[in-house]
């Protein structure tokens, strides 16, 4: 039973690249029910972070290289 949640909390997990920046939710494939306010989503500092209205997490890609971002 408890990796039901393990694999759910995984499945939250939104992976996004240096073309995806800046990284904003909802994002443009959001389904309408999921709407809130759109607000951006630093992933480049601490190469994840989470949504502070739905609590999507946001990760950057393993090996992504950004530039002009600090």
Not at 33 to 52: D, F, G, L, T
Request: a neutral charge; hydrophobic letters at 35%; glycine letters at 8%.
């Amino acid at each position: 039973m408890s990796s039901a949640p393990e694999s759910a909390k995984q499945q939250d997990i939104i992976y996004v690249g240096a073309e995806d920046l800046p990284v904003y939710c909802p994002g443009p494939k959001a389904p309408l029910w999921s709407m809130h306010p759109r607000i951006y989503i630093e992933v480049v500092k601490n190469h994840v972070a989470r949504c502070q209205y739905c609590g999507a997490q946001y990760a950057l890609r393993e090996g992504e290289k950004v530039h002009g971002h600090h």
